[in-house]
């Protein structure tokens, strides 16, 4: 993940260890204020941290961690790898939850990129190297007839010049080629399960339909009610809120194919810009069909909840 590091590892400066710690009352909600997750998130992922064996100050350090059964898979011992601060060789909860909220929230292609580093700890991956990853996928009996072939196939289809080795760009282009619902599914990570999510969210009151008929909203100011549709101006602020995240998954939940997230990506230099005409060419598409429930739908099973709640 090389780069990428420095989205996850918080300096000690800023840490929230710095206001808190495990014993006292605000430790959960400090982590979730300053990590933008959930309450139920931080609850949830605080309760696997423990699990894994952190101290009573909230860090795991590499011992601990190699005593926990998950630590004898190398993949997952290379992802946890990037959550150490370099200077006390531990990884603190807040690096932990940001790590994860990396995994779930980041574009595809930041996704693969990182994926890469951690295959051969971003080296090219030669055939025999290629060969031992897809033997870890394929682990039940039956499939290893099936090992040869699948190598043979993909080596070829990332190593087009036929090199020798696949780098960097030729894996994620490769990857990229993949049908889209296919690499989606792959590639998705949740801290929390969409059902979960999907409760919890029915909970708020707003949302609640034992809860007293609210009055009717108008969308005056960019203020929108569940069965609006959405106007320009609430369109750029999500745009805003999204453009930076995994835009690219959105557009999929809008019903646009690869070829319409390219056009949008050729016609517009920035990503907001992307992002705002994709919304408003699904807008104009759907037509009365195009309320601010869809939208909002759209925008929680990927993950942006902070964008779906402008539509609130």
Not at 259 to 284: A, H
């Amino acid at each position: 993940m090389g780069a990428f590091t420095s989205q996850i590892i918080v300096p000690e400066t800023k840490a929230c260890t710095k206001h808190t710690d495990p014993k006292k009352p605000n430790w959960i909600t400090i982590h979730a204020v300053a990590t933008e997750l959930s309450i139920a998130e931080v609850e949830r992922l605080w309760l696997r941290f423990k699990q894994l064996g952190c101290s009573d100050k909230g860090e795991l350090s590499d011992e601990a961690f190699a005593q926990h059964p998950v630590y004898q898979d190398a993949f997952s011992r290379n992802i946890m790898k990037k959550f150490i601060n370099p200077r006390t060789k531990t990884i603190s909860f807040e690096n932990f939850l940001r790590g994860l909220k990396w995994c779930e929230t980041s574009n595809t292609e930041d996704k693969l990129r990182g994926i890469f580093r951690m295959l051969n700890n971003g080296n090219n991956l030669p055939k025999d190297i290629f060969r031992k990853i897809i033997e870890r996928v394929y682990i039940q009996p039956e499939d290893k007839g099936n090992i040869d072939r699948v190598v043979n196939t993909l080596y070829q289809f990332m190593d087009p010049n036929n090199t020798g080795t696949v780098n960097e760009e030729n894996f994620l282009n490769g990857c990229l080629k993949l049908p889209q619902p296919l690499l989606e599914e792959a590639l998705n990570f949740e801290l929390l399960p969409s059902h979960m999510r999907q409760e919890l969210h029915n909970k708020l009151p707003e949302f609640s339909s034992t809860g007293p008929t609210p009055a009717p909203r108008s969308n005056v100011g960019g203020s929108v009610a569940g069965g609006a549709i959405p106007d320009d101006k609430t369109l750029q602020k999500i745009a805003v809120k999204v453009y930076n995240k995994d835009w690219a998954r959105l557009a999929n939940k809008l019903d646009f194919e690869f070829e319409d997230i390219e056009e949008f990506k050729s016609q517009n230099n920035d990503k907001r810009s992307q992002v705002y005409n994709m919304l408003k060419r699904w807008k104009s598409r759907e037509g009365s069909l195009a309320q601010s429930s869809v939208l909002a739908q759209a925008l929680r099973e990927c993950r942006m909840d902070d964008a779906a709640a402008l539509l609130s």
